[in-house]
C-alpha cells in the first residue's frame, strides 16, 4: 500500500440487471478504498460494437492506497467474480471496469494505459466524468474534463438514467 491517491474508474454493464451490476461492482471497489464521488447512471448507446443492448455507465471517485497495477488486478478480479466472459472484444459485459485516471500519473505498463487512452473521445465516460470532476485536468491533453466533452463532436447519445447511483 502506498500513500491514498484519488483515482477516476469507469463502469458499465448491458447484462442483466445492468443497476445491480454497477452497484455490486462499486461495493467491491470501494472495500479497500474510500468511495469519495459517484456519477448518476447513464443510459448510453454502444459505440464500437453496436449490435449489443445499451449500457448503463457511471464513474466514481475513489481514494486508494493500492498501487495502479493492484487497482487494476483488483478490477480484473471483480469483473471476473461476477461472471464477465471475454468472448468478443467491446462485446456485451456484465461489467466494464476502466481506470481513467490515477492523480495525476501517466502510466505505460503492459494492460494498463493511463489516463485511459481513448477517455477524451468518449461521451459515456465524459459525461459522468463531468459530473463529479468537471475542473479535474487530463494530464498528458491539459484541458479540464468539462472542455473535453464541449469538445465531442455530435453523436454517442447518453441520458442520465438515475437521480443517484
Same mark, same amino acid.
Given at each position: 500500500?502506498?500513500?491514498?491517491?484519488?483515482?477516476? #474508474? %469507469?463502469?458499465? %454493464?448491458?447484462?442483466?440487471?445492468?443497476?445491480?451490476?454497477?452497484?455490486? &461492482?462499486?461495493?467491491?471497489? &470501494?472495500?479497500?478504498?474510500?468511495?469519495?464521488?459517484? %456519477?448518476?447512471?447513464?443510459? @448510453?448507446?454502444?459505440?464500437?460494437?453496436?449490435?449489443?443492448?445499451?449500457?448503463?455507465?457511471?464513474?466514481?471517485?475513489?481514494?486508494?492506497?493500492? @498501487?495502479?497495477?493492484?487497482?487494476?488486478?483488483?478490477?480484473?478480479?471483480?469483473?471476473?467474480?461476477?461472471?464477465?466472459?471475454?468472448?468478443?472484444?467491446?462485446?456485451?459485459? /456484465?461489467?466494464? /471496469?476502466?481506470? *481513467? #485516471?490515477?492523480?495525476?500519473?501517466?502510466?505505460?505498463?503492459?494492460?494498463?494505459?493511463? !489516463?485511459?487512452?481513448?477517455?477524451?473521445?468518449?461521451?459515456?465516460?465524459?459525461?459522468? *466524468?463531468?459530473?463529479? &470532476?468537471? &475542473?479535474?485536468?487530463? !494530464? @498528458?491533453?491539459?484541458? @479540464?474534463?468539462?472542455?473535453?466533452?464541449?469538445? #465531442?463532436?455530435?453523436?454517442?447519445?447518453?441520458?442520465?438514467? %438515475?437521480?443517484?447511483?
Amino acid at each position: 500500500m502506498t500513500l491514498p491517491e484519488l483515482v477516476y #474508474l %469507469s463502469l458499465g %454493464s448491458n447484462l442483466g440487471d445492468r443497476a445491480a451490476n454497477l452497484h455490486a &461492482a462499486i461495493a467491491r471497489l &470501494a472495500n479497500p478504498g474510500t468511495l469519495k464521488a459517484a %456519477s448518476r447512471l447513464y443510459e @448510453t448507446e454502444p459505440v464500437d460494437f453496436r449490435d449489443q443492448p445499451v449500457f448503463l455507465n457511471c464513474v466514481i471517485a475513489l481514494e486508494t492506497g493500492r @498501487t495502479p497495477l493492484d487497482l487494476l488486478a483488483l478490477a480484473l478480479e471483480i469483473e471476473q467474480g461476477m461472471g464477465r466472459q471475454r468472448a468478443r472484444n467491446k462485446g456485451p459485459r /456484465i461489467i466494464d /471496469i476502466d481506470i *481513467l #485516471l490515477f492523480g495525476d500519473r501517466m502510466i505505460d505498463e503492459p494492460g494498463l494505459k493511463v !489516463p485511459h487512452p481513448a477517455m477524451h473521445e468518449r461521451r459515456f465516460v465524459l459525461a459522468p *466524468l463531468a459530473e463529479i &470532476a468537471p &475542473a479535474v485536468i487530463h !494530464p @498528458t491533453i491539459k484541458k @479540464t474534463v468539462r472542455e473535453l466533452l464541449g469538445a #465531442l463532436p455530435e453523436g454517442q447519445a447518453v441520458r442520465i438514467l %438515475s437521480a443517484e447511483t
